[in-house]
């Protein structure tokens, strides 16, 4: 078993930035695959970015290519998604998940989940 937190959301202006963090505890860190997802208003939730167990791989979806990072610290069991010029459609609940597939795309990959911090962008 692994607990997820997820922190960092807010409310932001078009084109700033945020860094979201998870913090994970149980098992050992180091051996999931790690995810961050998202769910928009009325809207099924969608891959975010996931990131290789060593850290050194790395996949985003295309709406974020090159504005989003995801990076990993397994020395303090965390991942963070660093969100830049930062959009309106990229309002929703964005979730950490853990023991994933590192291609997958779909959220059914996960088995462990945090609770989703909100992040709003206003134009």
């Known amino acids: 078993q692994v607990q997820l937190v997820e922190s960092g959301g807010g409310l932001v202006q078009a084109g700033d930035s945020l860094r979201l963090s998870c913090a994970a505890s149980?098992?050992?860190?180091?051996?999931?695959?790690m995810g961050w997802f998202r769910r928009a208003p009325g809207k099924e939730r969608e891959f975010v970015a996931s990131?290789?167990?060593?850290?050194?791989?790395?996949y985003y979806a295309d709406s974020v290519e090159g504005r989003f990072t995801i990076s990993r610290d397994n020395a303090k069991n965390t991942v963070y998604l660093q969100m830049n010029s930062l959009k309106p459609e990229d309002t929703a609940v964005y979730y950490c998940?853990?023991?994933?597939?590192?291609?997958?795309?779909?959220?059914?990959?996960?088995?462990?989940w945090g609770q989703g911090t909100q992040v709003t962008v206003s134009s």
């Open positions: 149980g098992r050992t860190f180091s051996y999931y695959v």
């Open positions: 990131i290789s167990r060593s850290g050194g791989t790395t």
């Open positions: 998940a853990a023991d994933g597939s590192l291609l997958a795309r779909v959220h059914t990959a996960y088995n462990y």
